[in-house]
T-cell receptor, first 113, second 113 residues
Framework: GESVGLHLPTLSVQEGDNSIINCAYS??????FIWYKQESGKGPQFIID?????DKRQGQRVTVLLNKTVKHLSLQIAATQPGDSAVYFC????????????FGRGTSLIVHP | EAQVTQNPRYLITVTGKKLTVTCSQN?????MSWYRQDPGLGLRQIYY???????DKGDVPEGYKVSRKEKRNFPLILESPSPNQTSLYFC????????????FGPGTRLTVL
C-alpha cells in the first residue's frame, strides 16, 4: 500500500540553528497532514497540521510547508533548542475516509548545546 | 487537565495469559484508537472506535480485541498474547473522525515472554 516516509532518520543540529525535517507521501488522495513530536518515554504530541488547500502554515517557531506537486511536506523549526530534541513524525489522512492515518517512521532530531 | 491515561505503563507477561490494557480520556472525545509502535515500523493502528459501541479494525488487528461500552474508556484486550505482540502501545483520542488532531496517552510497554 501507499505509505508516508521520511527522508532522514537522524538530524543533528546546533542550538540556535534552524531545523528542517522532511516527509514524502505517496497517496495523492491525502488531504490532511499532521506533524507530531515524540519525546523519549512519552506519547506523540501534536505540533502543527495543514490541509491540502494550503501551502504553508506557521505556528510558534514552527512552519509546515506542503508541496502537493511532488507530494512532500516539511517541518521547519526556528532557533532550535535542546528541548526540541525528539523524534518527529508526519501523518497523513484522507477527508471522509476511514480515518486510519498513516504515520511515517520518524526522524530523530538531536540538538547539541 | 485534558489527558489520555493508560494502565499499566509497563507489563511483562507470559504467552497465553489474557491481559487488558485500559485507556481513558476526559475530553468527551468521540473517536478513540489504539496503536502499536515498533522500531523501524512507526505507529500502526490496531483498532479504532468512532463512538460508543462502534469499533472497527485498523491496519494490524489480529490478536487484539477492543470494546467501547462508555465514551471515555477504550480497553485493549489480548486474549492469548504471543511474543510478537511485544511492543509499545499507545491509546489516542480525538474530537471526531474528521480532520482533528489526536491526543496520545503516555504508552504501555508490553513484553510477552
Amino acid at each position: 500500500g501507499e505509505s508516508v516516509g521520511l527522508h532522514l532518520p537522524t538530524l543533528s543540529v546546533q542550538e540556535g540553528d534552524n531545523s528542517i525535517i522532511n516527509c514524502a507521501y505517496s497517496n495523492s488522495a491525502s488531504d490532511y497532514f499532521i506533524w507530531y513530536k515524540q519525546e523519549s518515554g512519552k506519547g506523540p504530541q501534536f505540533i502543527i497540521d495543514i490541509r491540502s488547500n494550503m501551502d504553508k502554515r506557521q505556528g510558534q517557531r514552527v512552519t509546515v510547508l506542503l508541496n502537493k506537486t511532488v507530494k512532500h511536506l516539511s517541518l521547519q523549526i526556528a532557533a532550535t533548542q535542546p528541548g526540541d530534541s525528539a523524534v518527529y513524525f508526519c501523518a497523513e489522512n484522507i477527508q471522509g475516509g476511514s480515518y486510519i492515518p498513516t504515520f511515517g517512521r520518524g526522524t530523530s532530531l538531536i540538538v547539541h548545546p | 487537565e485534558a489527558q489520555v491515561t493508560q494502565n499499566p505503563r509497563y507489563l511483562i507477561t507470559v504467552t497465553g495469559k489474557k491481559l487488558t490494557v485500559t485507556c481513558s480520556q476526559n475530553m468527551n472525545h468521540e473517536y478513540m484508537s489504539w496503536y502499536r509502535q515498533d522500531p523501524g515500523l512507526g505507529l500502526r493502528q490496531i483498532y479504532y472506535s468512532m463512538n460508543v459501541e462502534v469499533t472497527d479494525k485498523g491496519d494490524v488487528p489480529e490478536g487484539y480485541k477492543v470494546s467501547r461500552k462508555e465514551k471515555r474508556n477504550f480497553p485493549l484486550i489480548l486474549e492469548s498474547p504471543s511474543p510478537n505482540q511485544t511492543s509499545l502501545y499507545f491509546c489516542a483520542s480525538s474530537r471526531d473522525r474528521g480532520q482533528h488532531t489526536q491526543y496520545f496517552g503516555p504508552g504501555t510497554r508490553l513484553t510477552v515472554l
